[in-house]
């Protein structure tokens, strides 16, 4: 069983910086590829990056590319989101989320909460 605990987030002007982070606890966090989604008003959730268990396989939405960067610390079961040259249209809950790489069970956190406003 994983626990997904993510912070970071509030309210950032357009051109703005924020990093997310999810803290997972249980066991095994280095067994699992670990994701970023987001879901804004009115969308469905989407995924934003995904990060394989090993850490150096990383995949993008268009939507974010050069933008956002995803890494994960798997001494600190930590996995980030770093979220640069930020828009109003990345204003959305943002969920992390694990996929065991063996059984694909999945986790998801709570969801944190990304406004992009002046």
């Known amino acids: 069983q994983v626990q997904l605990v993510e912070s970071g987030g509030g309210l950032v002007q357009p051109g703005g910086s924020s990093r997310l982070s999810c803290v997972a606890s249980?066991?095994?966090?280095?067994?699992?590829?670990m994701n970023w989604f987001c879901q804004g008003p009115g969308k469905q959730r989407e995924l934003v990056a995904l990060i394989r268990s090993g850490g150096s396989i990383k995949n993008y939405a268009d939507s974010v590319k050069g933008r956002f960067t995803i890494s994960r610390d798997n001494a600190k079961n930590t996995v980030y989101l770093q979220m640069n040259s930020l828009k109003s249209e990345d204003t959305a809950v943002y969920y992390c989320n694990a996929v065991h790489i063996m059984t694909l069970k999945k986790y998801w956190g709570q969801g944190t909460q990304v406004t992009v406003s002046s």
């Open positions: 249980g066991s095994s966090f280095n067994l699992h590829t």
